[in-house]
């Protein structure tokens, strides 16, 4: 069993729809939870950073994070054709700086 | 500031022939990282270095070998190149090693085949 599930997808949504992507870990020691978006033929790029539990939020993006259910949801508000891409899923131990990443969601947002 | 470079862009290898994966941050980085992205299976840490001078071994090491002679560069050589090392392969760079904190930043990418 992978440490971090992710829904592989693709998912494809109306411009304007709110999305949301989840990942479930098996790790309990996991504290920094992340998300990460790569586009096409492109490297990922940090998109949102969480400690422990509880919610973020910048601009249309909120991350979420339930540690009791082993469960992390970044949401798109108000989606672009310019959020199409992949969004990968990322966590990592108090100590040391391996980070476990899921697979990734592919997302299009079609106009 | 460019960040992080990769070379080359793509390469087709024939199986067994040595190859070398070259890497280059301009942000004085204390620790690097190489890892391969497969379809299924996601990114997968081959190997990392937290500063210049040493290196450690990742979830997917074998086949693989790394330097770090300076604080800029981390080349990947595959001694031996096999099939199964057919990947997109990214470089991250990252200011501190065991801070949880740390955000990595990542190349564009190596896409590398294997015949």
């Known amino acids: 069993q992978k440490e971090v599930e992710q829904d592989p997808g693709p998912l494809s949504v109306p411009e304007g729809a709110i999305v949301s992507l989840n990942c479930t870990y098996s790790n309990s020691a996991f504290q920094y939870f992340m998300w990460y978006r790569q586009y096409s033929r492109k490297g990922p790029e940090l998109l949102m950073y969480t400690y422990s539990s509880g919610n973020k939020e910048d601009g249309r993006f909120t991350a979420q994070v339930d540690k009791s259910s082993k469960y992390i949801s970044l949401f798109i508000r108000d989606s672009q054709p310019s959020d199409s891409a992949t969004y990968l899923c990322a966590m990592k131990e108090t100590s040391g700086s391996r980070l476990t990443f899921g697979e990734g969601t592919q997302l299009t947002v079609n106009p | ?115």
Not at chain 2, 42 to 67: C, F, M, Q
Request: net charge neutral; with cysteine; charged share 15%.
């Open chain 2, 1 to 115: 500031i460019a960040g992080i470079t990769q070379a080359p862009t793509s390469q087709i290898l024939a199986a067994g022939r040595r190859m070398t994966l070259r890497c280059t941050q301009d942000m004085r980085h204390n620790a690097m990282y190489w890892y391969r992205q497969d379809l299924g299976l996601g990114l997968r840490l081959i190997h990392y270095s937290n500063t210049a001078g040493t290196t450690g071994k990742g979830e997917v090491p074998d086949g693989y070998s790394v330097s770090r002679a300076n604080t800029d560069d981390f080349p990947l050589t595959l001694a031996s190149a096999v099939p199964s090392q057919t990947s997109v392969y990214f470089c991250a760079s990252s200011d501190s090693w065991g801070a949880g904190t740390d955000t990595q930043y990542f190349g564009p990418g190596t896409r590398l085949t294997v015949l």
